[in-house]
């Protein structure tokens, strides 16, 4: 059974449910209308991640938290340069998941598989970049 949220909490899963890419603690107090401390955002974050009313991925360091059908399940491209964040559906993992069930009798209750590298926009600006230094 879930615990009952306080209305900042239920702000807070709110504002995550409805933005488009993860949102980190800052981009989530910067959204607030109530504007309560770092601190208290980054305690209710803590609460809701650990309840599974939201989940968490970690990106050069930064923690991020989103939403989505299936807790736990998340797809991303994070682009290392703009730290951009991009989800996508796209699930290559499922059958993996269910040899290592099967291999190693483990029930796997969810996963996250994020691909770090450059988007289109930066490849073109450092290719530029480079191409204007010779």
């Known amino acids: 059974m879930r615990t009952k949220l306080t209305e900042l909490r239920k702000e807070i899963v709110s504002l995550i449910e409805n933005a488009e890419t993860p949102l980190n603690a800052r981009k989530v107090r910067g959204r607030m209308s109530s504007q309560p401390n770092l601190s208290t955002v980054y305690r209710a974050l803590e609460f809701l991640d650990a309840n599974d009313y939201v989940s968490s991925v970690s990106f050069s360091g930064v923690r991020f938290y ?7 399940h998340g797809h991303f491209l994070f682009c290392r340069e703009c730290h951009n964040i991009q989800e996508f559906d796209e699930c290559v993992v499922i059958p993996l998941q269910r040899r290592i069930q099967e291999k190693f009798d483990f029930q796997v209750t969810g996963h996250v598989l994020y691909f770090e590298g450059l988007c289109a926009d930066c490849r073109r600006y450092l290719e530029k970049k480079s191409h204007s230094l010779i």
């Open 66 to 72: 989103y939403t989505g059908e299936h807790p736990g």
